[in-house]
């Protein structure tokens, strides 16, 4: 379910050091009609120029806002603060030693709101909060900045129908700019700031129902949120589970994990929900359970693994791949015969039958050849000649590659004879 999330605002950007991501997109070029020139001093002792600029911020009022944290930005790097001042109790500010070159200025107050320390900022049509500059060395720039709508603070709190937090993705597209998305990924609670703009939100996560926002009319279909200047507002989402996230559950229980293992087993392999539920999680339920001993093997274990094998899904082989690394045991577990079955022989052996994790490895098939190839070279005998087993039924030409290039430095006559026979090189 990963997608990527593009911004829809015109430019959103970060306004302290918090790990927190931005969506960023240049802002349009704003006509400079209040900027005026004059000379300062120019700093001394300087290998590079520096200018200067000075104004007042104003709000929707055309009055003065004090208290307003005012920053100047490098136009090459966005992210880069070229320098930082507050305004005075008249509104002004100047901010000095600025390099000479073009940046850009804005100003907020919104910070105090928000005691997350994080503040976005975003610059909607008609708003002159970001303003370009270009500094000119021993000069002083003089400029008006007149504060936008402010943002509004969104919160949501994603839960399952028990009450237990979720990871999921909230993601937010703009009424005014449609097609465009941004959003995050959540564990269960987001805390970000929107434009003042209605938006339509939904909220996804594997195995749960997506959830779309539609207000007090909410009748199944993406609806608004419509959000002030400066409001708040405090979501709690509670996700159902599908009919694929109730199957899992039951996937998990040692007392229903062999019927929900049959019925995925019939389930359309293709199926892009079914596929996007088990990558996101056998591969954690194989590693957390992976046997230390043939004693140890959960049915649980086994039903992931064969699942993994018979979806091939390739996100899953470097967790299976570690159970073919040196010191790890074979587990002698069916892959698609029944548990008790003891009828082992040199065919069967040759076919994995009782070696479930090489049988999952080699149904997977060429996503495989590399990670098994690496055994193959590197591992002690009992692995490598389980991953010579593994190649040999992958039976592809990339797997018969991987054999070829492995062959000249196979010190084994046991392996190297079996190579050699499933290649027919004599």
């Not at 209040?34 to 055309?62: H, M, N, Y």
């Not at 339509?200 to 997506?210: F, L, Q, V």
């Not at 959830?211 to 608004?224: F, N, R, T």
Request: proline share 7%; with cysteine; glycine share 8%.
């Amino acid at each position: 379910m990963n997608r990527a999330l593009a911004p829809c605002c015109l430019f959103m950007t970060l306004l302290s050091f918090a790990s927190r991501k931005s969506f960023a997109q240049a802002p349009q070029t704003a006509a400079l009609s209040t900027a005026q020139i004059s000379s300062t001093p120019k700093p001394e002792d300087r290998t590079i120029p520096f200018g200067a600029v000075e104004g007042v911020v104003l709000d929707q009022q055309s009055k003065p806002i004090p208290g307003a944290d005012v920053y100047a930005l490098l136009e090459e790097d966005m992210r880069t603060r070229a320098g930082t001042t507050t305004t005075n109790s008249a509104g002004k500010f100047i901010l000095r030693d600025l390099p000479a070159a073009r940046v850009y200025i804005y100003a907020f107050k919104e910070k105090d709101n928000y005691p997350n320390g994080f503040a976005e900022f975003f610059v909607l049509p008609n708003d002159q909060s970001l303003v370009p500059v270009k500094v000119e060395a021993g000069q002083t720039t003089t400029l008006t900045i007149k504060r936008g709508a402010r943002s509004a603070h969104l919160k949501v709190h994603i839960t399952d129908e028990n009450g237990k937090r979720i990871g999921a993705a909230l993601t937010l597209e703009r009424e005014d700019q449609p097609g465009r998305h941004y959003g995050e990924g959540t564990d269960g609670e987001v805390s970000m700031l929107v434009p003042p703009v209605p938006f339509r939100a939904t909220i996804e996560a594997d195995g749960y129902a997506p959830w779309h926002y539609g207000g007090a009319d909410w009748q199944g279909k993406a609806g608004l949120i419509a959000l002030k200047s400066g409001q708040g507002l405090n979501l709690r989402v509670h996700l159902p589970r599908t009919n694929l996230g109730k199957l899992y559950d039951k996937l998990i229980q040692p007392s229903e994990t062999n019927s929900a293992a049959a019925e995925f087993a019939k389930l359309d392999k293709n199926d892009p929900d079914l596929r996007s539920l088990l990558t996101l999680k056998l591969p954690s339920l194989i590693f957390d359970q992976l046997p230390i001993n043939n004693v140890t093997v959960s049915p649980v274990w086994a039903n992931a693994v064969r699942l993994a094998g018979q979806l091939k899904l390739e996100y899953v082989v470097p967790v299976l791949a570690r159970a073919l690394t040196p010191g790890t045991q074979l587990i002698r577990r069916g892959y698609d015969i029944p548990d008790n079955d003891t009828g082992y022989t040199f065919t069967r052996g040759a076919r994995l039958d009782f070696d479930i994790v090489g049988r999952a490895l080699a149904d997977i098939g060429d996503p495989s050849v590399h990670a098994v190839a690496e055994i193959l070279s590197t591992g002690d005998f009992n692995a490598r000649r389980r991953a010579m087993w593994i190649l040999i039924n992958i039976d592809s030409p990339s797997s018969e590659q991987a054999m070829r290039d492995h062959l000249p430095g196979e010190n084994d006559p046991v392996i190297k004879g079996m190579i050699e026979h499933a290649l027919h090189v004599w």
